[in-house]
Nanobody, 119 residues
């Protein structure tokens, strides 16, 4: 069983920055994609950013130009650098990793980290 542990959330003022980390208990090279999702109160969980095993990132339109996803395979960690934060970025942020094992997709989730953007 793979464990993903998020960290780095907190309270930040609008315009501020945070860097989230997602540390995996195994080699992340086995995961063909790792995503960051977020869920605000009363809203559905939303895919924010993804990075493939080939280091190709994608972003939801609302965070393009402000958020950067990256991975450090040596540390088995994926990061989400969040700049120019807005109140609407407030949510619990979750890390999700997918790998193919025994011809099925295995889906792993972290416990989430709270990000609050407020003055």
């Amino acid at each position: 069983q793979v464990q993903l542990v998020e960290s780095g959330g907190g309270l930040v003022q609008p315009g501020g920055s945070l860097r989230l980390s997602c540390a995996a208990s195994k080699n992340i090279r086995s995961m063909y994609v790792i995503d960051w999702y977020r869920q605000a109160p009363g809203k559905r969980r939303e895919l924010v950013a993804s990075i493939t095993s080939g280091d190709i990132p994608t972003y939801v339109d609302s965070v393009k130009g402000r958020f950067t996803i990256s991975r450090d395979n040596a540390k088995n960690t994926v990061y989400l650098q969040m700049n120019s934060l807005k109140p609407e970025d407030t949510a619990v942020y979750y890390c999700n990793g997918k790998e193919i094992r025994l011809q099925t997709i295995q889906d792993y989730w972290g416990q989430g980290t709270q990000v609050t953007v407020s003055s």
